[in-house]
């Protein structure tokens, strides 16, 4: 592991965060719930993380009202799926484009 217990804590991702990202992954079968894959309708990808729908950002800015934690707020992603959704929330274009068929498109 990279990430010392200290930097999670840190970061707001504790024992607590552990227990939830585990009910969120059985709850949405292990499958990527991104726009891209919708779990399974559009693109079967396995998912190891899970995202929030709105970012924890929007929440501290009120941008967004409650809890980012929220179940509702919360799905389940496969990795590379999660690290495009972030890129796209920071602005930035995502690096690989995803084709229809699911494999990256070389532009
Ligand atoms: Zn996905």
Same mark, same amino acid.
Request: hydrophobic share 30%; with cysteine; glycine share 10%.
């Given at each position: 592991?990279?990430?010392?217990?200290?930097?999670?804590?840190? !970061?707001?991702?504790?024992?607590?965060?552990?227990?939830?990202?585990?009910?969120? =992954?059985?709850?949405?079968?292990? =499958?990527?719930?991104? #726009?891209?894959?919708?779990?399974?309708?559009?693109?079967?990808?396995?998912?190891?993380?899970?995202?929030?729908?709105?970012?924890?950002?929007?929440?501290?800015? @009120? !941008?967004?009202?409650?809890?980012?934690?929220? #179940? !509702?707020? =919360?799905?389940?992603?496969?990795?590379?799926?999660?690290?495009? =959704?972030?890129?796209?929330?920071?602005?930035?274009? #995502?690096?690989?484009?995803? @084709?229809?068929?699911?494999?990256?498109?070389?532009?």
């Amino acid at each position: 592991m990279a990430w010392s217990k200290e930097s999670r804590h840190a !970061r707001g991702y504790g024992a607590e965060w552990d227990k939830l990202r585990e009910q969120i =992954l059985q709850r949405d079968g292990y =499958l990527c719930h991104c #726009p891209e894959c919708q779990g399974g309708k559009l693109r079967a990808l396995p998912a190891h993380e899970v995202d929030h729908i709105k970012p924890k950002a929007w929440f501290r800015s @009120g !941008r967004a009202k409650g809890n980012p934690d929220d #179940p !509702r707020n =919360l799905r389940a992603v496969n990795r590379d799926c999660h690290k495009r =959704l972030t890129a796209v929330q920071k602005g930035h274009r #995502p690096a690989v484009r995803i @084709g229809v068929d699911g494999f990256p498109v070389k532009e």
